[in-house]
Structures are given as structure tokens and as C-alpha cells.
Antibody, heavy 117, light 106 residues
Framework: EVQLQESGPGLVKPSQSLSLTCSVT????????WGWIRKFPGNKMEWMGY???????SYNPSLKSRISITRDTSKNQFFLQLNSVTTEDTATYYC???????????WGQGVMVTVSS | ETVLTQSPTTTAASPGEKVTITCRAS?????MHWYQQKSGASPKLWIY???KLASGVPNRFSGSGSGTSYSLIISSIESEDAATYYC?????????FGSGTKLEIK
């Protein structure tokens, strides 16, 4: 069974970088596309970007200058880095697998990240 | 960016009632996906490609729509259906989600 699990610090200071890891088991990240999504307090969901099976990336234009998604295929992990965070980046962050129709069929359990000094 | 507006924002229904959740897009999209999220859990793919039920989804759920208007319909509500439902599109970049509809059971 495909499983995804996010990990990373739950507290980040303003102006610093947020770094999260998504560990995937049961499926190779060299197939499909793999994305990051966040859910803000108040329930708004935002698509952040993806990394493809070949390593190419695509980002939400609203984040383009601050975001980077990379991967380590030997560990079957992909990563999110979000720079220059502010309190507005406080959210629950999810990683997920995308299918061909751009639906997200497997999700991690989510990690809550608070940006605060 | 294609903005997805869901209505209602919150709704309450009694077991056995029919519920319709609507997702309106700011521009035409080719298909819509839907997710169910229960409190404290991650979202689950519920309906994809507008009308196809994801694995394990009860057949009291259905999806329909085209263009700028899509719907998730529950024919006969059960208590386990209490959750927040989100629509999602990727006909145009970036992928966007609806604002969510919270379904409560009376």
C-alpha cells in the first residue's frame, strides 16, 4: 500500500526557512507526480507545487520566488523548502501523490507548522 | 487562477435526507475532483473526473456537472458522512481547491 509521511519542525521563526520531508513507502517516486499542499487555519487549501517522476518541478506562482521542491530517489523522499516565512505561512502541510487526471489519491497525515518568534 | 466557490459553506441534514454541494468555477473547467476531510484526518479522494467514485466510496454519493458548475450529491445522508468536502480543478494552472463545505448531521 502506498503511504506518505511528512516530517519536520513544527515551529519556525519568521524570516527563516521551512523545510519538510515526505517519506514514501509502497511506491517509487520515480513514477507519478508528487505534490505539496497546505491548509490554513480557517480551512483554505492551497496547492504549493509538485515534482515529477523525472525530477522536473512546477510551483504555484504565488510562491514561486520562495519555494523549492527536491527529491532523493535513493531514499524515496521528496522535500519542501519555503524561504522567508511569515506568520501567514502557518498551516498544516500535506504531501500527496498525483494521478494522471491531477487528482490527489494518497495523502500524508499532515504536519502542522507554526511560524512564530 | 481559476477560483472555485462552494455553496453552501455549512449545511446540516438529518439521516436519510438528500444533500447537494455545489462548486462554481470562475472559468470553465474540464472536470472536477472532490475530497472528504474529517476532523483531525487528511483529505481523502472521494470523487474524481467529475463523477467517478474513488475506491470504497458508498454509492449514495454521486458527482455531476460541466463547464463552470459541478455538484456532489448525497442521496441519503448517513451519520458517517459528517465531514468537510472540497472540490479541486487542474484544467488551468495553478491547481486550485474550493473553499470547502462543512456537512453536519442533525
Amino acid at each position: 500500500e502506498v503511504q506518505l509521511q511528512e516530517s519536520g519542525p513544527g515551529l519556525v521563526k519568521p524570516s527563516q526557512s521551512l523545510s519538510l520531508t515526505c517519506s514514501v513507502t509502497g511506491y517509487s517516486i520515480t513514477s507519478n507526480y508528487w505534490g505539496w499542499i497546505r491548509k490554513f487555519p480557517g480551512n483554505k487549501m492551497e496547492w504549493m507545487g509538485y515534482i515529477s517522476y523525472s525530477g522536473s518541478t512546477s510551483y504555484n506562482p504565488s510562491l514561486k520566488s520562495r519555494i523549492s521542491i527536491t527529491r532523493d530517489t535513493s531514499k524515496n523522499q521528496f522535500f519542501l523548502q519555503l524561504n522567508s516565512v511569515t506568520t501567514e505561512d502557518t498551516a498544516t502541510y500535506y504531501c500527496a501523490r498525483l494521478r494522471r487526471g491531477w487528482e490527489l489519491d494518497y495523502w500524508g497525515q499532515g504536519v502542522m507548522v507554526t511560524v512564530s518568534s | 487562477e481559476t477560483v472555485l466557490t462552494q455553496s453552501p459553506t455549512t449545511t446540516a441534514a438529518s439521516p436519510g435526507e438528500k444533500v447537494t454541494i455545489t462548486c462554481r468555477a470562475s472559468s470553465s473547467v474540464s472536470y472536477m475532483h472532490w475530497y472528504q476531510q474529517k476532523s483531525g484526518a487528511s483529505p481523502k479522494l472521494w470523487i474524481y473526473d467529475t463523477s467517478k467514485l474513488a475506491s470504497g466510496v458508498p454509492n449514495r454519493f454521486s458527482g455531476s456537472g460541466s463547464g463552470t458548475s459541478y455538484s456532489l450529491i448525497i442521496s441519503s445522508i448517513e451519520s458517517e458522512d459528517a465531514a468537510t468536502y472540497y472540490c479541486q480543478q487542474k484544467s488551468s494552472d495553478p491547481l486550485t481547491f474550493g473553499s470547502g463545505t462543512k456537512l453536519e448531521i442533525k
